[in-house]
């Protein structure tokens, strides 16, 4: 090869690679707004923005799979394969049935859309996986709170629940576990919220919190009709 035809050649590559390096940068840059534009609403506590617009709930960071409801199951491993190519691992107990059906549609067509980034390249689930996806997350949702079936909810405990739990899910029904599960359940919990970087509830508000979960709780109220 020539010097002059070597020379060509150099220019032609060095402005290939600048062109790589300037869609990645600008990639990763479009990412990280968008990221933080998700963050922003997740953590601005405007919660009629939040009823309108479902899905935009902390995702804990570094769930286990093992964490996850049957954790064995298809729809399980439908969740780890698919949602985390864009985002932490959700659990379905960030949403009730209801929301996760509009939050299922919203990421279907997110993902339709990221399959045509430069960097994001996502696999699309076939339509049975996404049959196999929502019924795993109504299946496991979080089951609503009802207020008008806990009039202590005003009450420092019920405050402390409501305030606490909110931060990253709706507030959950307590008769979904026993007296014995909710502790776990609220540790579980309390490492979520550090993980998110939420506000960390002392020990007396993890006490009033659990003391409010166990006395509504499956076995409490089974007991005391």
Same mark, same amino acid.
């Given at each position: 090869m020539k010097t002059g035809e070597k020379r060509a050649f150099m220019a032609?590559? &060095? &402005? /290939? !690679?600048? !062109?790589?390096? /300037?869609?990645? $940068? $600008?990639?990763?840059? $479009?990412q990280k707004r968008e990221a933080e534009k998700q963050t922003a609403a997740a953590t601005a506590g405007d919660q009629a923005s939040l009823a309108q617009n479902p899905g935009i709930w902390v995702i804990p960071k570094g769930l286990n799979p093992d964490a996850l409801p049957s954790p064995d199951s298809r729809g399980a491993t439908m969740l780890t394969l698919y949602c985390v190519q864009c985002h932490d691992l959700p659990t379905p107990v960030m949403h009730t049935a209801e929301e996760w059906e509009v939050v299922v549609n919203r990421m279907e067509k997110e993902m339709q859309r990221r399959r045509g980034g430069v960097l994001i390249r996502v696999m699309m689930p076939p339509e049975k996986d996404w049959q196999i996806l929502r019924s795993y997350l109504t299946d496991n949702a979080q089951q609503p709170l009802d207020e008008s079936q806990y009039p202590d909810l005003a009450t420092a405990a019920g405050q402390a629940f409501q305030t606490t739990c909110s931060q990253c899910h709706a507030a959950p029904d307590p008769a979904q576990h026993s007296p014995n599960e909710w502790p776990r359940v609220v540790l579980r919990m309390r490492n979520n919220i550090s993980a998110a970087g939420l506000e960390m509830p002392d020990e007396k508000t993890v006490d009033l919190i659990t003391g409010f979960l166990k006395a509504h709780s499956k076995q409490t109220q089974s007991t005391t009709l």
């Open positions: 032609i590559l &060095a &402005a /290939f !690679v600048g !062109v790589i390096i /300037f869609t990645i $940068y $600008y990639e990763i840059l $479009y």
